[in-house]
Antibody, heavy 113, light 112 residues
């Protein structure tokens, strides 16, 4: 059974940093590109970042470019999202996903003073 | 960016009724490999999104065949035949052909 389990969320003040993790199981993690996708409370889905299977290709949404860094450790079957200079508008449920296949349960990030 | 226009924004249906949801993209979603990366997701209340259909018309594992997807290029449709209570929630179309990946605004399916 495929599982994507996110962790690392929480309440953080504006301007601070937070690092999310996503532990994958049930498939060969190193064979697949992975994504972070977020959903602000009561809103729709917004793609945040993508990373290819070997980390050769990385893409970011303009809204997070220069502030967020996606990375992966294939030996640990884990996807990461390092978030810096957080803003109130980054408040959302963050999903680790292969959007056409599998989604995690999400982890909440709240940016507030 | 590819804009995904999804209609209607909401649907009120009776159990057993059939419904269709439209999704139109501002650009062709055919990738250089010839495949079209247009997918349909369902987000049931309080749950994370779940893949229903991938690449226009391929049914996800475990998804009932009451769901079907059609379309090409820029115009796509999700059809649900004989709606059941478990089908309620918000449906999204999503494209993963072009970066940034983009989603429709969602169609909320409610019981009449």
């Amino acid at each position: 059974e495929v599982q994507l389990v996110e962790s690392g969320g929480g309440l953080v003040q504006p301007g601070r940093s937070l690092k999310l993790s996503c532990l994958a199981s049930g498939f060969t993690f190193s064979n697949y590109g992975m994504n972070w996708i977020r959903q602000a409370p009561g809103k729709g889905l917004e793609w945040v970042a993508s990373i290819s299977s070997s980390s050769s290709y990385i893409y970011y949404a303009d809204t997070v470019k220069g502030r967020f860094t996606i990375s992966r450790d294939n030996a640990k079957n884990t996807l990461y999202l390092q978030m810096t200079s957080l803003r109130s508008e980054d408040t959302a449920l963050y999903y680790c996903a292969r959007p056409a296949s599998y989604w995690g349960q999400g982890v909440m990030v709240t940016v507030s003073s | 960016d590819v804009v995904m226009t999804q209609t209607p924004p909401s649907l009120s249906v009776a159990i057993g009724q059939s419904v269709s949801i439209s999704c139109k993209s501002s650009q062709s979603l055919v990738y250089s490999d010839g495949k079209t990366y247009l997918h349909w997701l369902l987000q049931s209340p309080g749950r994370s999104p779940k893949r229903l259909i991938y690449q226009v018309s391929n049914l996800g594992s475990g998804v009932p065949d009451r769901f079907s997807g059609t379309g090409s290029q820029k115009d796509f449709t999700l059809k649900i035949s004989r709606v059941e209570a478990e089908d309620l929630g918000v449906y999204y179309c999503a494209q993963t052909t072009h970066f940034p990946y983009t989603f429709g605004a969602g169609t909320k399916l409610e019981l009449k």
